[in-house]
């Protein structure tokens, strides 16, 4: 079962980070249309607040992907020392409170959202965004993160239960710098 719920963590992911590159090649094509544009003297203008919502939705939609990609930072130089049950021990208790954490953000992101929705809150900008059309995905993108992590640790503790520390680390651990080289 954990293997599972990983592997379609992973696929599902791997669908939003192609979902994401798309919406981030579409901002690079919109930037690069008002950089032509201004040269001709002309403007599309809000290219900056545009970018600017890209970057969060892409942010809080990619780290899903990259928990799963082993791809966030972390300090090592215990878990390094300890053996296969204390490396899986420290992996799983830094899900943990990865976990928790983007739980909290998650939590906290709706209020933002939900007062913009209710308010019909816009951006104090010559664009007037409705911010619900932004901080909506925004939340659910932070919301995925979270129901990432917790299945991912679900996943985790499951295979070191069963003594699977191999792939527990697989799932959740995370490269040394000599690993990463090989990685990359």
């Not at 599902?12 to 798309?22: D, F, R, S, Y």
């Amino acid at each position: 079962m954990p293997e599972k719920i990983l592997a379609l963590m992973k696929r599902l992911n791997k669908g939003v980070a192609v979902l994401i590159g798309l919406l981030l090649l579409v901002c690079v094509v919109f930037i690069l249309v008002e950089i032509v544009i201004r040269k001709l003297g002309a403007s599309l203008g809000g290219t900056d607040e545009i970018s600017g919502y890209v970057m969060a939705l892409v942010t809080s939609w990619g780290m899903g992907f990259a928990l799963l990609e082993l791809s966030h930072v972390r300090i090592d130089f215990l878990r390094g020392r300890a053996g296969a049950l204390g490396r899986s021990l420290f992996d799983l208790f830094s899900m943990f409170i990865l976990s928790g954490t983007i739980t909290v953000i998650a939590v906290r992101c709706w209020p933002v959202a939900e007062r913009s929705l209710s308010n019909g809150s816009r951006a104090n900008t010559p664009l007037e965004t409705p911010l619900a059309l932004v901080q909506l995905p925004w939340f659910a993108g932070w919301l995925w993160f979270a129901i990432v992590a917790w299945l991912t640790l679900f996943a985790a503790v499951l295979l070191v239960l069963r003594g699977e520390f191999a792939q527990s680390e697989a799932a959740i651990g995370t490269f040394g710098e000599d690993e990463a080289e090989v990685h990359t």
